[in-house]
């Protein structure tokens, strides 16, 4: 089983983020962009994993504690740099839970799964496949202007990951409730 450990957005974030999208694919590039069901933060990418060992993540998540949080959407960019862009994401405010909460997950799986070496909080839009100018579209997507839409973070859950022939397809295995 394919998994990995999320943080669920708000409807009416994924919603601006879908009317984002829209704009941004009027642009000359080919944008191969996230479904709005499955936009979110990803705090841990666990890829395949066995049935025993997918226990063991449950348990060992559902000791976590952690207090619910805001956000803001911010800017938008792209990894990994403006030579070789390859994904379209959407930044987020206030950095510093996201960090505290991705090491206490990393902490809590240590001696079963590798940590992360660079976490990043973002929001992925878009893998982008084709960009005909690419100081063109540079300009164009820092200088479109993010509505600071705010949020909060109170929950995180444990996603499987099935890869189709339309993308990815993804279910909430387990929810963790932050206090």
């Known amino acids: 089983m394919r998994v990995f450990i ?3 957005l708000p409807q009416e974030v994924r919603d601006y983020i879908f009317d984002l999208e829209k704009e941004i694919s009027k642009l000359p590039a080919k944008i191969k962009f996230v479904h709005k069901k499955n936009l979110h933060v990803t705090l841990k ?21 952690f ?21 379209l994401w959407a930044g987020i405010d206030n950095k510093n839970p996201f960090y505290d909460i991705q090491k206490l997950i990393d902490d ?18 878009g893998r982008i496949k084709f960009v005909k100018n690419k ?7 820092t200088n479109i202007t993010i509505k600071p839409l705010k949020f ?3 929950q ?14 993804y279910n909430v295995l387990e929810t963790y409730n932050l206090a």
């Open 45 to 65: 990418f666990i890829d395949e994993i066995s049935e025993d060992k997918l226990k063991i993540v449950k348990d060992r998540l559902s000791k976590i504690k």
């Open 152 to 154: 909060e973070i109170n």
């Open 6 to 8: 999320g943080l669920t």
């Open 67 to 87: 207090k619910k949080f805001p956000s803001a959407l911010m800017q938008l960019d792209f990894f990994p740099n403006k030579d070789n862009i390859r994904v």
């Open 108 to 125: 809590e799986l240590r001696d079963i799964l590798k940590p992360e070496e660079k976490f990043h909080p973002h929001i992925t839009l």
């Open 156 to 169: 995180f859950c444990l996603f499987e990951s099935t890869l189709t022939k339309d993308g990815p397809e």
């Open 135 to 141: 100081e063109e579209f540079q300009e164009t997507i």
